[in-house]
């Protein structure tokens, strides 16, 4: 999930993060899966309805992100 630059080797550090529903059914409620990626930033969760295993908080994907995320791609 996590970024990374590599012309630079620099970690992308999201400015703002989400909370969403499970994409699946759409439920609320779950519990902490695994930590991931640099200093455990990014949670797996899954879903206590349907078990879907997804991020969340994720980052948010707003311009920002996406004008860092593709810049990658010249």
């Given amino acids: 999930m996590a970024t990374t630059y590599t012309q630079e080797n620099r970690e992308y550090i ?3 993060w989400e909370e969403v529903p499970c994409p699946f059914c759409e439920a609320r409620q779950f519990r902490s899966h695994e930590k991931f990626g640099p200093k455990n930033r990014y949670t797996y969760v899954q879903c206590r309805h349907c078990e879907l ?3 969340n908080p994720r980052p948010r994907y707003d ?3 996406i004008e860092t995320a593709y810049s990658l791609y010249d």
Avoid: N
Wanted: aromatic letters at 22%; a neutral charge; charged letters at 0%.
């Fill in 14 to 16: 999201p400015q703002a």
């Fill in 63 to 65: 311009a920002h992100f």
């Fill in 53 to 55: 295993v997804y991020s």
